[in-house]
């Protein structure tokens, strides 16, 4: 289990350090502010959304490791995927990380890594504010979302 952990915090580090899709899309159709007001993350999603799929996806921001590393991943989550599997996933996420409902691990796949966060309460607004945000620039919601 001690090697699994390593493999995680590996991912996470990876990803941390070495962002996925970071930086902004020139036309994005849809886009939302994320705040986590508790560890100091901000970020901004971009989407360029097309017949109901997510095209193309991008994030700005700064933040801790777990935040940068949980946007970066989502972003390859989401990338090329219809809306309705990008939500789907977005509240699997949520679910597996708060504990709210029993969510198989496996059916994320890679997200799977942040399983461990959800021992730690703060941590997990650290890995959930991109989905957060993703959902609420899917949902066209202008208010900047905030995990307070
Ligand atoms: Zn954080």
New binding site residues.
């Given amino acids: 289990m001690s090697d699994l952990g390593d493999l995680y915090q590996e991912m996470i580090l990876d990803h941390s350090k070495r962002p996925r899709n970071e930086g902004r899309l020139d036309a994005p159709t849809h886009q939302a502010d994320g705040n986590?007001p508790?560890?100091?993350?901000k970020l901004t999603v971009f989407l360029e959304v097309d017949g109901g799929t997510v095209k193309d996806v991008r994030f700005e921001g700064s933040?801790?490791?777990?935040?940068t590393s949980s946007a970066s991943l989502m972003t390859e989550a989401v990338k090329g995927k219809p809306i309705a599997e990008a939500e789907a996933t977005f509240e699997k996420f949520v679910n597996l990380l708060t504990q709210k409902e029993d969510v198989d691990p496996a059916d994320l796949g890679k997200l799977a890594v942040f399983a461990g966060v959800s021992e730690f309460p703060t941590?997990v607004?650290?890995a959930t504010?991109s989905w957060h945000t993703l959902h609420a620039a899917l949902g066209k919601n202008q208010d900047p979302v905030s995990t307070e």
């Avoid at 508790?38 to 993350?41: H, N, Q, S």
């Avoid at 933040?63 to 935040?67: F, Q, T, Y």
């Fill in positions: 986590n508790l560890c100091g993350d933040g801790c490791a777990i935040s941590r607004k650290c504010l």
